[in-house]
């Protein structure tokens, strides 16, 4: 083996020992963020509803396809909140269950739980990013979880939800402390980060009508009631997407040392 071809090889192994080692890493050209920790894979938009609906050039068109696709209906556990039969089991999907691009009481991306459950039926309708197993996060349906997820004396264990854990253990939130001004290297790999509550999928059995959502302009994680908040939506789905590509610079030293290589080849072996 030449030098040119030892250098390949043991670059080509460090930077797949860096892909590997890393806690979060961003794959399909930013569309996604692998947690290998917590074996998840994250849409890296945190307003990814918002940009969407602004990609399509119809904002109103694009939500009355989303009803479509869940037949105008999403169902959970029967709650005074299902409508037009309160306690049916059965909520019937408007176009007032979404805020796309101007609010109604939050920001833009802002959804009722009902609108974000068939949000995230589109995503999976669609296979976005050539995936159909999309969902909200989940949440510990436990009163053990309400408070601020740090860890701390008092506080559920980050392990509460996968928000708390992404959030706390991944991005480096700190309790009362929005997570746009205090984070780590990690909080990079996402955009479009709204400093707002998120919901989870996570219904609250004793009282159906809330739904578990994590608020990260505080790190405060609560039921809330489905309909009457507007929450924002970052969709993840179990396991990591498989298309981990190596770091940027090590494609560069690659390409190039790639280029010497056939250069000596060249020389070696004249035409």
């Known amino acids: 083996m030449n030098r040119i071809s030892t250098w390949l090889t043991t670059l080509a192994l460090l930077a797949c020992s860096v892909a590997a080692n890393a806690t979060m890493t961003s794959i399909d050209g930013g569309a996604l963020v692998n947690d290998s920790t917590d074996n998840l894979t994250w849409v890296a938009d945190a307003d990814l509803f918002a940009t969407m609906a602004a990609a399509s050039g119809n904002p109103a068109n694009f939500v009355q396809t989303i009803i479509n696709n869940s037949g105008g209906i999403i169902h959970d556990t029967p709650n005074a909140d299902d409508y037009p039969a309160p306690n049916s089991g059965s909520y019937a999907l408007s176009t007032s269950d979404f805020t796309p691009t101007t609010t109604r009481l939050n920001n833009a991306g802002a959804m009722t739980w009902f609108g974000a459950m068939a949000w995230?039926?589109?995503?999976?309708?669609?296979?976005?990013?050539?995936?159909?197993?999309w969902r909200l996060p989940t949440t510990i349906d436990a009163s053990s979880s309400t408070?601020?997820?740090?860890?701390?004396?008092?506080?559920?264990?980050?392990?509460?939800?996968?928000?708390?854990?992404?959030?706390y253990g991944q991005l480096g939130q700190v309790t009362n402390q929005p997570i746009l001004t205090t984070h780590n290297g990690n909080y990079s790999l996402f955009s479009n980060m709204q400093d707002y509550a998120y919901w989870s999928g996570t219904e609250n059995a004793a009282a159906p009508s809330n739904a578990w959502n994590y608020s990260n302009d505080g790190g405060l994680q609560q039921p809330y009631d489905k309909f009457l908040s507007e929450d924002m939506a970052m969709v993840v789905r179990s396991g990591q997407a498989t298309t981990v590509p190596l770091p940027n610079a090590a494609w560069l030293m690659l390409s190039g040392l790639s280029g010497l290589a056939l250069i000596g080849r060249r020389r070696l072996w004249p035409q």
């Open 147 to 167: 408070g601020n997820p740090s860890g701390g004396a008092g506080n559920p264990p980050v392990t509460s939800s996968e928000l708390a854990e992404l959030f």
């Open 120 to 133: 995230v039926n589109y995503l999976n309708v669609t296979k976005y990013q050539g995936y159909s197993e």
